[in-house]
């Protein structure tokens, strides 16, 4: 089926440090999904991508959805003790597909 | 509103043991999803609902059935279960408000931890 590559699969950094975290697919998406997830939570949508190109922010979060449709990126800036736990991204196919796949995720550890 | 709803958070069963969990939400959507997260990896689809009376089979469906009772429940059903089972599983819902830019977000409860020995 189809895959998603994330990557790194898991970050130690210092407080205040900026992250990076991307996905890779060998299949073009129309929609990319960035989510966290807390310890015992479900996850919780942090920024949708709908066009090739588009970079979006929400707060120290910003992401960019690949002009190859293959790929994205998420960025948290300043990182702070709160952006601890698991971030996946998920791509969609078609305009109201709803269906999601999901990487395997990224997780974060911030370190005071 | 307490969104997506899932019962019950923990349960132990043994092998071919039969299982339901239960989902619901409040928030009037039309689609809702199963999926299982396994350690270290990412959510599965295992089945969904795009609307009320439809139901269809994700990636992960072999040992597994589903009932969307009506427009707020959304059940899944291990028959006999096995070890393999053993995982978290999330329900989730979605608006499909439909239009070119459709909020694709999905909501999602809080999750089932089930154990089968």
């Known amino acids: 089926g189809q895959q998603l590559n994330q990557s790194p699969q898991s970050m130690f950094i210092q407080e205040g440090e900026d992250v990076s975290m991307n996905c890779t697919s060998s299949?073009?998406?129309?929609?990319w999904l960035w989510y966290k997830q807390d310890p015992g939570e479900g996850p919780v949508l942090l920024i949708a991508?709908?066009?090739?190109?588009e970079l979006t922010s929400n707060g120290r979060l910003t992401a960019q959805f690949g002009i190859t449709r293959k790929d994205s990126f998420l960025n948290i800036s300043a990182s702070i003790p709160s952006d601890v736990g698991i971030y996946f991204c998920?791509?969609?196919?078609?305009?109201?597909?709803?269906?999601?796949?999901f990487g395997d995720g990224t997780t974060l550890t911030v370190k005071p | 509103n307490a969104g997506v709803t899932q019962t019950p958070k923990f349960q132990v069963r043994k092998t071919g043991q039969s299982m339901t969990l239960q989902c619901a939400q409040d928030?009037?959507?039309?689609?809702m999803y199963w999926y299982r997260q396994d350690p270290g990896m990412g959510l599965r689809l295992i089945y969904y609902?795009?609307?009320?009376?439809?139901?269809d089979k994700g990636e992960v469906p072999n040992g597994y059935n589903v009932s969307r009772l009506n427009k707020r429940e959304f059940s899944l059903r291990l028959e006999s279960a096995a070890p393999s089972q053993t995982s978290v599983y999330f329900c989730?819902?979605?608006?499909?408000?439909?239009?070119?830019?459709?909020?694709?977000?999905?909501?999602f409860g809080p999750g089932t931890r089930l154990t089968v020995l």
């Open positions: 989730a819902s979605r608006s499909l408000a439909g239009g070119p830019l459709t909020n694709n977000e999905q909501f």
């Open positions: 609902s795009a609307s009320e009376g439809t139901t």
């Open positions: 991508l709908y066009k090739a190109g």
């Open positions: 998920a791509g969609q196919k078609g305009a109201n597909a709803g269906k999601s796949t």
């Open positions: 928030m009037n959507h039309n689609s």
């Open positions: 299949s073009i998406f129309n929609t």
